[in-house]
Every structure is written in structure tokens, then in C-alpha cells.
């Protein structure tokens, strides 16, 4: 099993800053080669914000493109997501996923709020 914890949530002004770290653990965490943020704003589905591989090769959400930086520490086993010039429409539970490659991710963490007052 994998098991993935989500941390650095919380409240911003729009304009503002915030980075969300996620950690891997478990047995097989050897078979994780993709992690990625996955979004949910209340009364919409959950949508695709940024995956990384082991490689480095990224990808990204339109509607995060040139705000959001997603990076990982393969040695630590930790992704994160550098997220600049919030808005309001970012508010949202942010889930950390892993999986053997980016179009499946089968491991979900327990999400972290983030909200962007305007």
C-alpha cells in the first residue's frame, strides 16, 4: 500500500502564495513513478491541477498554467505544489495522488482545504 499525507492548505488573499507538500509512504512505494494534485470546489468534480513524473516531465491544467509549479524530491518521496497570483475560483479541497504512471493514479491522500478570499 501507499499512503500519502497533504499538508501546507489554508486561508490567502487573492494575489497571494501557498505551497502544499505531500509525502509517500508504504510498502510498494517503489512502484510510484507519477504523483500529481487533483482539485474539488464544492458542487464540481474533482479536475486535474498538475502531474510530475520521476523524470520530471510535467503537466499542467490550463487554468493553472504560469501560476502553478508542481516539483518532487524523489529521495524523500515528496511532491510539491508551488501555487502564485491565487484566485478565488483556486478555492478548493487539494488531494495528492500517486500511481505507476500519470494517467493512473491510484492512490489518493486525505486532501487539504484551500480557500483565496477576494
Known amino acids: 500500500q501507499v499512503h500519502l499525507v497533504e499538508s501546507g492548505g489554508g486561508l490567502v488573499q487573492a494575489g497571494g502564495s501557498l505551497r502544499l507538500s505531500c509525502v509517500a509512504s508504504g510498502s510498494i512505494i517503489f512502484r510510484i513513478n507519477a504523483m500529481g494534485w487533483y482539485r474539488q470546489a464544492p458542487g464540481k468534480q474533482r479536475e486535474l491541477v498538475a502531474t510530475?513524473?520521476?523524470?520530471?516531465?510535467?503537466n499542467y491544467a490550463d487554468s493553472v498554467k504560469g501560476r502553478f509549479t508542481i516539483s518532487r524530491d524523489n529521495a524523500k518521496n515528496t511532491v510539491y505544489l508551488q501555487m502564485n497570483s491565487l484566485k478565488p475560483e483556486d478555492t478548493a479541497v487539494y488531494y495528492c495522488?500517486?500511481?505507476?504512471?500519470?494517467?493512473?493514479?491510484?492512490?489518493w491522500g486525505q486532501g487539504t482545504q484551500v480557500t483565496v478570499s477576494s
Open positions: 495522488a500517486a500511481g505507476p504512471v500519470s494517467t493512473i493514479l491510484n492512490y
Open positions: 510530475i513524473t520521476s523524470g520530471g516531465n510535467t
